[in-house]
């Protein structure tokens, strides 16, 4: 579709829809919506809002503004929790725009043309599957953490940088429509990882791009999923996310897979020794020595997996205990 058709489209269909997940989002909700109906476009946009069973007034805030009309605003409301990885894949599901651009309850645009700009990007290339842009990260006062990020440089990223950690922040993130309906059933198993499949499958039939603008703020609040789990939960989720994308993986990428995944394992076995978790170290070291090739990491695993023998041969020493 040229860009000409999209500014003569019927007002009927959306070219961009806006998924909103919230979940006791009262206090930031006014604020997501504010910066999505600020937004100047040359085409129809729609707003889906999926609730995931909200104990506060959070649907009535979001009926409010259905009610106020222009922009349509369709609500997706539970009577009970689903958990994020559901409301985030129905939500997607209900969208009927050509590309999906997604919108946490608590963060917020700070562009008016960041639509405009993503679609026109989107549209100059049929083999761009996701866009996004920096952000600033910033605390739920308003402090600024970090003017821009992430740290690396705009233009175009693909498979191999999706497999390395690219990430971007999921205020800047639009996609083609019909990604969302290739997520596999272990997407259910990764919570509250979201975004790193959507850019797995936008990768592994086209093109990443990043925009050099700073386009929204991703704020850092207090017990939300991402700031709340710490750095032991995040390195086993990416041990598991890297564990099921074998599933659909091309066999040419196995090997740098296995290898980041190898990686990954040292970095439980190093957090679960600093816990005290010796035993647990011990195992999580020996999956590191074993998922990449022989040689890949050899230096790294080998000394990981020596650590782990030695603390928990010492710690056995102390307490008197027997090796399983």
């Known amino acids: 579709m040229e860009t000409q058709d999209l500014n003569s489209m019927s007002h009927s ?22 910066s999505v109906l600020a937004q100047r476009t040359s085409f129809p946009i729609e707003i889906v809002i999926g609730d995931d069973g909200s104990q506060d007034a959070t649907i009535r805030v979001a009926a409010s503004y259905r009610d106020q009309g222009g922009t349509t605003i369709r609500i997706l409301q539970r009577p009970e929790n689903v958990g994020i990885q559901r409301n985030y894949y129905e939500t997607f599901g209900l969208c009927q725009g050509k590309y999906i651009a997604w919108l946490d ?9 960041k639509l405009e700009t993503q679609v026109q990007v989107m549209e100059s290339d049929p083999t ?15 402090t600024v953490v970090q003017e821009k990020y992430p740290s690396r440089p705009p233009g175009r990223y693909g498979l191999e940088d999706v497999l390395r950690g690219l990430f971007m922040s999921t205020p800047s993130i639009m996609f083609r429509s019909g990604i969302q309906r290739d997520l596999p059933q272990w997407y259910f198993d990764l919570a509250p990882m979201t975004d790193k499949p959507i850019y797995l499958l936008a990768a592994l039939s086209g093109g990443i791009v990043l925009i050099d603008r700073v386009m929204a703020d991703y704020v850092l609040t207090p017990g ?91 710690w056995r020493l102390r307490s008197g205990k027997t090796a399983n």
Not at 105 to 113: I, Q
Not at 128 to 142: K, Y
């Open 13 to 34: 269909v959306p070219v961009v829809s806006v998924a909103i997940t919230t979940y006791n989002s009262e206090k930031w909700l006014p604020r997501a919506l504010d």
């Open 105 to 113: 309850a608590d963060d917020y645009w700070t562009d008016p043309e």
């Open 128 to 142: 761009i599957n996701l866009c996004g842009h920096f952000v600033r990260e910033v605390t739920p006062d308003g």
């Open 224 to 314: 939300s999923a991402n700031t709340s789990k710490g750095e032991l939960f995040w390195y086993q989720t990416d041990v598991r996310f890297y564990e099921y994308m074998e599933s659909i993986l091309p066999a040419q990428w196995l090997r740098l897979a296995r290898s980041i995944k190898g990686k990954q394992y040292e970095a439980v076995a190093y957090c679960l020794r600093k816990q005290g978790e010796f035993t647990a170290s011990r195992v999580a070291a020996l999956k590191a020595f074993c998922s990449p090739s022989l040689l890949d990491n050899i230096g790294s695993k080998s000394k990981a997996l020596l650590a782990a023998v030695v603390r928990e041969a010492q």
